[in-house]
């Protein structure tokens, strides 16, 4: 990229508002400092300068965002209780629904626009957040990598050359750039993490069946889930303490409920834990560098130098891959069953549906289901000897723009396992785990490890990953296009 259009992105703004995150421009809000309109118009302003270049966004809902944020602003003025998140813009991946806007899959080939939001969207609305846009992800978010032939690439904001992983790429290019200060991913596979993990944010995949997928009663089968990728652990925590909750009658999964809220999880202090330091590949498709080992070992150290006893111990993995491959496919094949124009989509991804299709049924895909369950009582054993799993969250540094530029399915499928596989495990076993920023490399990439939790338990990795934040913070760190 040349410096003269870097200097065009970047130029002509103060950033600081925009790396208020989500408490801190709530507060401003509340406040009285600047209200939701000049806000959402502030990141609109944003939008406008920076996503012609990072290609985050699918949609901007810059008319109905400000509606809604004017609205908000009359309800502040009649002296009403304010929601938590009153006045804070956020972003919504292209799975979700959205009022009055298509719900794409990351595809050309829906026309359709939604008749209401999806529960996650709707409560973000009830505590007051301004839905500013839709966000990019892979067709389906099959690949780990925000590229597709309808929307093209969305390009990292520490490098625009690099990718930002995916399938919640669009958000997380969207978050690290300021462009909002935060926005909501879905999680099969590792695509919370593994974008956070590229970007330099924090991403926690909550329990199975802790967020609503409604009006869908599951996502991916038992894989998937929906949650925030922001830059803080605190600002992750109060948007959890705002999405979570099934939806009775709708959703196949519910998680059991916490003891406390995530909001009060992030201010305490966790004691002292057992956690397990482990590099080992989950999969043969999958190996850590030797620059993020490197990371992940300082990590370790970090945490034993905060009081916590530190052990190397692997989990006990085993072949999760016929326990995946069915729910991912059956995933897709419903999916796309639902597009009204099916010849638009990529040849893979019409591949992969069509090899979905049997697992698209009572049989097969509750079978994966059941496979999935058994083989993860036997990983999830770790937990009874440790509190916590630290591991890679991705094999490397953010990798080249374009993994899936001219490539068939075969060969797109193998780089997306690989940069996937210390992640696809606790989707198939459920529990939580979180990406979490762990410095950068020389060229100023960001590291990030994973933080694996026992099943329900993400009380406890917001406790130790906002532990990890006030010793070692990262929130203040600036990408080159911001």
Known sequence: MSTSKLAETTGGQNPELAFEGVAGMAEKVAEQAISARELTAYCLDRIDRLDPVLGAFVAVLREEALAEAAALDERQAR??????????PIAIKDENHVRGVVTGYGTGAFDRVAESDSAVVARLRAAGAVIIGKTAMPEFG????????????TRNPWDPDKSTAGSSGGTAAAVASGMVPAGIGGDGGGSIRLPSAWCGLFGLKPQRGRVSTAPNADLW??????????????????????????????????????????????VREPGRLRIALSLAAPAFTTSVDAATASAVRRMADLLADLGHEV????????????????????????????????????????????????????????????????????????????????????????????????????????????????????????????????????????????????????????????????????????????
């Open 79 to 88: 002296g009403e209780e304010l929601g938590p998140l009153h006045g804070v």
């Open 142 to 153: 099959i690949y780990p990598f925000t590229e597709s032939i309808t929307h093209g690439h």
């Open 221 to 266: 089968r038992a894989l998937g889930t929906l949650g925030p990728l922001t830059r803080s652990v605190r600002d992750s925590a109060l948007i959890y303490d705002v999405i979570s909750g099934a939806t009775p009658g709708v959703d196949r999964f519910s998680a059991e409920p916490w003891p406390i809220t995530l909001s009060e999880a992030a």
């Open 311 to 482: 052990i190397e111990q692997d989990p006990p993995y085993v072949d999760l891959s016929a326990a995946f491959a069915p729910q991912m496919a059956g995933g897709v094949a419903e999916e796309a069953a639902r597009a009204d124009h099916r010849e638009r989509l990529d040849r893979r991804t019409a591949i992969v549906a069509a090899l979905g299709r049997p697992a698209d049924n009572r049989v097969i895909g509750p079978a994966a289901e059941a496979l999935g369950a058994r083989l993860s009582a036997k990983i999830l054993s770790i937990f009874d000897t440790v509190d916590v799993v630290l591991c890679p969250a991705v094999p490397s540094t953010a990798w080249p723009l374009g993994q899936l530029d001219d490539v068939g399915f075969f060969k797109a499928s193998a780089r997306g396992l690989r940069a996937a596989g210390y992640t696809i495990v606790w989707n198939v076993c459920g529990n939580p785990a979180a990406a979490v920023p762990a410095g950068f490399d020389i060229t100023g990439m960001p590291y990030s490890v994973q933080l694996v939790g026992r099943p329900h338990d993400e009380p406890a990795l917001v406790t130790l990953a906002a532990q990890i934040e006030a010793a070692q913070p990262w929130a203040h760190a600036r990408p080159r296009l911001s």
